[in-house]
């Protein structure tokens, strides 16, 4: 899989390059079941017609953007995990596009033919609730006007489980409350992040959201091992590990951890037992 960053600057060089494709549009946070069915989509569609399918995304947020920094986005993966899940899901190119001020102010008809039909979009697929263009004023019913009916356009219609809506906002709220047992049947695996451990503390790395405070069983991941354990997210968003943690781990090294499921809430454990220690977990600026 190819992964191109977009901007102003070298749009007209990957618009000239550009083959035709079928394209998922979507900000794809978590890549959930949801994202899922629509890149499938996209695929079957890709294989009928003989083309290539290409995801397109947008960084950072637009919250983020238009509050000029002042709302905080409670990310589920960072840009190289999406380019990992993306690749195991057959996709060709990955375009990530730099969302900036400017970019928000084009219009609907100015997106579709700048970062659509000029970069070879023959077949747009998206969500049914995908919007675009200044203030998300456009949408998938309007798609197809805006290209000047240069476009086939496909609207995957809702995904849900257990009666709810899957969505990268339902999935954040389970992670903020704790119901991680939840998680695995709306984005179709074990939620994970990415430490970094320095011989004394874990530091998450950018771009993760950690589950409420709780007590949770885990495995942790290194390249040559994986241990399962049970942790503590304190009220401050410190991860309390068993001492023997830090017996697998060399410093420097890189931990995936996998949260299985919740175990109880923080009170119903003796924080100060000798066999806890806490393993304070520094968020990275974003």
């Not at 509050?67 to 190289?80: A, E, I």
Request: charged residues 25%; proline residues 4%.
């Amino acid at each position: 899989m190819r992964t191109i960053y977009l901007n102003p600057e070298n749009l007209a060089e990957w618009q000239k390059a550009a083959k035709p494709t079928v394209m998922a549009l979507g900000f794809f946070d978590g890549l959930h079941k949801g994202h899922q069915k629509v890149i499938e989509t996209a695929k079957k569609i890709g294989l009928k017609k003989g083309l290539s399918v290409s995801v397109m995304s947008f960084f950072p947020h637009p919250k983020t953007v238009l509050s000029k920094g002042k709302k905080q986005f409670n990310y589920l993966m960072p840009l190289s995990m999406k380019e990992k899940v993306l690749q195991t899901l057959g996709v060709d190119t990955f375009y990530i596009v730099e969302f900036d001020r400017e970019f928000s102010s084009l219009s609907p008809k100015q997106f579709v033919h700048k970062y659509l039909i000029n970069l070879g979009v023959v077949h747009a697929v998206a969500g049914f609730d995908y919007t675009y263009g200044f203030k998300g004023e456009g949408n998938m019913d309007r798609i197809r006007n805006d290209s000047g009916n240069a476009l086939e356009v496909s609207k995957v219609a809702k995904v849900e489980c257990k009666g709810e809506k899957i969505s990268s906002t339902c999935i954040r709220e389970k992670l903020l409350t704790g119901n991680i047992n939840d998680l695995p049947s709306f984005l179709g695996r074990l939620y994970e992040v990415e430490c970094c451990y320095d011989g004394k503390s874990l530091h998450l790395k950018p771009y993760y959201t950690l589950p409420a405070s709780g007590r949770y069983i885990v495995t942790f991941h290194t390249r040559f091992l994986s241990k399962e354990g049970e942790v503590i997210v304190s009220e401050k968003g410190d991860i309390i590990t068993q001492s023997d943690f830090s017996t697998f781990l060399r410093p420097q090294q890189n931990v995936t951890i996998t949260w299985l499921k919740r175990s109880g809430e923080i009170k119903d454990y003796p924080l100060y037992k000798n066999e806890w220690k806490y393993s304070e977990v520094h968020y990275s600026s974003l």
